[in-house]
Each structure stands twice: as C-alpha cells, then as structure tokens.
C-alpha cells in the first residue's frame, strides 16, 4: 500500500523559512521522480517543484525559483521541500506525488501539510 506522509507545515511570518518533509512507503522510492504541489483555497492543485529519481534533475515553478529547493533521501525514501523568503501567496496545502511514476503508484495522495504565511 503506497503511502505518502507530510510534514513541516505551519504558521509563519512573511520572509521566514519552513522545511516540509515527505515519507513514502509501498513502492521503490527511488526508482520514480517526486514532486511538491501546493493547493491554495479556491484555486487548482498546481505543481512546485520535481526531482528525479537520482536527484539530478530539478525543476521548479516560476513562483518559486530561487526561494525554495527540493532535495531527497533514497536511504530514508524521503523528499524535502526547503522554503525560504515566504510570502502570503505561498500560503497552501502541501502535498508529494511520484506523479510521473505508474497510475497504480501516483494515484495516492498524502493529507497533505499546511502552510500559512501571514503576519
């Protein structure tokens, strides 16, 4: 049974940091790339940053270049999110997804961690 656990959220002011963390099970960690996405009140799931398998690989989304660095343990089948210079706007729900991994692995979905930025 795959499973996905978040963690890290919380409230925090504007221009503070957070590290959000990622515990997967139920499937090889470190044979699929991870991703972070964020889902903001109203708005559509959208996606944060991807690292593949190896870690070699990174990609991040426009809004958050430069602030924020995602990075993984294979030995601890853990992805991390470092967020730094937050702002209200990246106030959101946090999840991770082996979203390029098989439909039978990327279908789940943790609880997700919230994140609140606000002075």
């Known amino acids: 049974q795959v499973q996905l656990v978040e963690s890290g959220g919380g409230l925090v002011q504007p221009g503070g940091s957070l590290r959000l963390s990622c515990a997967a099970s139920?499937?090889?960690?470190?044979?699929?790339?991870m991703s972070w996405y964020r889902q903001a009140p109203g708005k559509e799931r959208e996606l944060v940053a991807r690292?593949?398998?190896?870690?070699?690989?990174?990609d991040y989304a426009d809004s958050v270049k430069g602030r924020f660095t995602i990075s993984r343990d294979n030995n601890k089948n853990t992805v991390y999110l470092q967020m730094n210079s937050l702002k209200p706007e990246d106030t959101a729900v946090y999840y991770c997804?082996?979203?390029?991994?098989?439909?039978?692995?990327?279908?789940?979905w943790g609880q997700g961690t919230q994140v609140t930025v606000s002075s």
């Open positions: 690292i593949s398998s190896a870690g070699s690989t990174i």
């Open positions: 997804n082996a979203d390029r991994a098989p439909w039978g692995i990327r279908r789940y």
């Open positions: 139920g499937f090889t960690f470190s044979s699929y790339p």
